[in-house]
């Protein structure tokens, strides 16, 4: 039942920037990014809680930031320096709680490419 979609991605310079949008409703408890590269594994870029407590990869840390706008459901992928490691399907997560618990939910990706 809940929707949302990724946006920002697209074609980039090694070095340059983008930033990733995605919005959500519902009682949100964490929002985040995945990435996956082709031929490669899955792996978490950032997450944010409510709170406003974060995590990153250890590979963006410093050249990332993840933000979020409570009041609007958002969350954001300030995505700087970037490199060709970088090029990725990057993915909206959402955590919400419900009734019973919570329920993780994926946005379809957003693709990012960094090349020269």
């Known amino acids: 039942q809940v929707q949302f979609e990724e946006s920002g991605g697209g074609l980039v310079q090694p070095g340059g920037s983008l930033k990733l949008s995605c919005e959500s409703s519902g009682s949100i408890i964490s929002m985040g990014w995945y990435r996956q590269a082709p031929g490669k594994q899955r792996e978490l870029v950032a997450v944010i809680t409510s709170g406003g407590s974060t995590n990153y990869l250890d590979s963006v840390k410093g050249r990332f930031i993840i933000s979020r706008d409570n009041a609007k459901n958002t969350v954001y992928l300030q995505m700087n320096s970037l490199k060709l490691e970088d090029t990725a399907v990057y993915y909206c997560?959402?955590?919400?709680?419900?009734?019973?618990?919570?329920?993780?939910?994926w946005g379809q990706g957003t693709l990012v490419t960094v090349s020269s």
């Open positions: 997560t959402v955590r919400i709680a419900t009734t019973t618990g919570f329920l993780d939910t």
